[in-house]
């Protein structure tokens, strides 16, 4: 009995860790635990060099929607959004003003259309990431680019997990 209760708690937990946009630009590892600040500043209309007016949302691996933003200030139409980041998977999106991005990695607003050709930038902690998408944004997910970042543990919380593993095989000796 314990065999199959444990099989069904991992296909359960397997679900959930699988939680992602269909499409998105993998960033890797952006840093340790912490305080980052996702910023869209210079994304673009190819033909006009306009700025996109953007809003930018922050989910966790499960889909939760953490954070979104549509402007910086009310003169500056980009986006940006800060958080407090503990180790983890995180899905940056960024579309276009009148968004409304919920749980799931859901945009039900306005968002890009068809036809609509330019660049959107993501910036970490006021450096640039990368430009996810410079073409026809009818090819985004739900009219919506995302990235995903990983945040790893802090040094001292790897040290201690490493102190950990050492006195748990000294008391098996």
Known sequence: MKKVTTIIALVGCSAVAAAQ???FLDLGVI???GSY??????SNLEFTGERIDTELGLWDSTGLLLASNNNISSSNTWSRVT????AGVYFIGVSEFNSVFEDNFINTGSAFEPGDIG????????????SIFSGDFSLLDQETG???VTVIPAPSAMALLGLGGIAVGRRRR
């Open 31 to 33: 840093g340790n635990e």
């Open 21 to 23: 946009p269909s499409s």
């Open 146 to 148: 995302f990235f995903k």
């Open 83 to 86: 958080e407090s980041l503990t």
């Open 119 to 130: 660049s959107v930038w993501l910036n970490i902690n006021g450096m640039f990431a990368n």
């Open 37 to 42: 600040t996702f910023d869209s500043q210079g």
